[in-house]
T-cell receptor, first 114, second 116 residues
Framework: GQNIDQPTEMTATEGAIVQINCTYQTSGFNGLFWYQQHAGEAPTFLSY????GLEEKGRFSSFLSRSKGYSYLLLKELQMKDSASYLCAVRDGPVYSSASKIIFGSGTRLSIRP | KAGVTQTPRYLIKTRGQQVTLSCSPI?????VSWYQQTPGQGLQFLFE???????NKGNFPGRFSGRQFSNSRSEMNVSTLELGDSALYLC???????????????FGPGTRLTVL
């Protein structure tokens, strides 16, 4: 079956660093997305990885290992506004395939304490 | 450029009724996907439309249907509502210039449906 696992909740301290892990088992793989969702709001795009390695974008970085079915989102210099849910999502089908769809994990609720 | 818009934002219905939700994608975006989000199940894929055709479908009953118009606007319909249909329904659009569905999706604010 298709499965995406990520921790349900995490807590971190303002100014610190936190790593949110995601493991996936899908029938195919054509990229992994990270989204941020504040309570009561829509998800917003953070990052996209399709090749192995680290993608850095300001305070946020995302890593992918396709052989291990593993990704992580790294948040540095945490701010109170980073308190949100972080969703890991995988596109399971090949490029240009009408059969491909995006499968979301249940999300990790990150709480930042002062 | 305006973002994805969804109407209505909130809706209260009773069991057995039907409901139609609307989504206007970002200008130039041709792909529209619909998701159901509940606290217990997270984000669940409903279906995706591209050029007025349903390109992919999730594992939802036939009571859930949708369509896309020539201007890329999309609607989804839920008939014979059940209590379990109470959820946030999110629409997401992507550019998908050649039909390749690899592009990043941008979400609308959602329609919160409550079924009593």
């Amino acid at each position: 079956g298709q499965n995406i696992d990520q921790p349900t909740e995490m807590t971190a301290t303002e100014g610190a660093i936190v790593q949110i892990n995601c493991t996936y088992q899908t029938s195919g793989f054509n990229g992994l997305f990270w989204y941020q969702q504040h309570a009561g709001e829509a998800p917003t795009f953070l990052s996209y990885n399709v090749l192995d390695g680290l993608e850095e974008k300001g305070r946020f970085s995302s890593f992918l290992s396709r052989s291990k079915g593993y990704s992580y989102l790294l948040l540095k210099e945490l701010q109170m506004k980073d308190s949100a849910s972080y969703l890991c999502a995988v596109r399971d089908g090949p490029v240009y395939s009408s059969a491909s769809k995006i499968i979301f994990g249940s999300g990790t609720r990150l709480s930042i304490r002062p | 450029k305006a973002g994805v818009t969804q109407t209505p934002r909130y809706l209260i219905k009773t069991r057995g009724q039907q409901v139609t939700l609307s989504c206007s994608p970002i200008s130039g975006h041709r792909s529209v996907s619909w998701y159901q989000q509940t606290p217990g199940q997270g984000l669940q894929f409903l279906f995706e439309y591209f050029s007025e055709t349903q390109r992919n479908k999730g594992n939802f009953p036939g009571r859930f249907s949708g369509r896309q118009f020539s201007n890329s606007r999309s609607e989804m319909n839920v008939s014979t509502l059940e209590l379990g249909d109470s959820a946030l329904y999110l629409c997401a659009s992507s550019f998908s210039p050649s039909g390749a569905n690899t592009d990043t999706q941008y979400f609308g604010p959602g329609t919160r449906l409550t079924v009593l």
